[in-house]
């Protein structure tokens, strides 16, 4: 059984920076892919930013350059370094993981961007 532990979400201004982390507790396999979620009020959950246990990574047209994910294979965590950070950002950020073709899922943390 795999646990995702996410940490660092909180209030922060229009054009600040975020960076949120999601530590894997339990087996993860190497090969796979780990990354971020989020859902904003009303709206759909929706794909931020994935990168697969080989580095490639996959992120929403609406954060590629402002958003930066990173994994640390050896301790089994996935980070995401926000910045530029914008009203339309505020949402829970859920970190998941697919290992050997299942799902996992964190509780998630609140991102609040005031503006």
């Known amino acids: 059984q795999v646990q995702l532990v996410e940490s660092g979400g909180g209030l922060v201004q229009a054009g600040g920076s975020l960076r949120l982390s999601c530590a894997a507790a339990?087996?993860?396999?190497?090969?796979?892919?780990m990354g971020w979620f989020r859902q904003a009020p009303g709206k759909q959950r929706e794909l931020v930013a994935t990168?697969?246990?080989?580095?490639?990574?996959s992120y929403v047209d609406s954060v590629k350059g402002r958003f930066t994910i990173s994994r640390d294979n050896a301790e089994n965590t996935v980070s995401l370094q926000m910045t530029s950070l914008k009203s339309e950002d505020t949402a829970v950020y859920y970190c998941y993981a697919n290992s050997l073709m299942k799902d996992y899922w964190g509780k998630g943390t609140l991102v609040t961007v005031s503006s």
């Open positions: 990168m697969s246990g080989g580095g490639r990574t």
């Open positions: 339990g087996s993860i396999f190497r090969g796979s892919i």
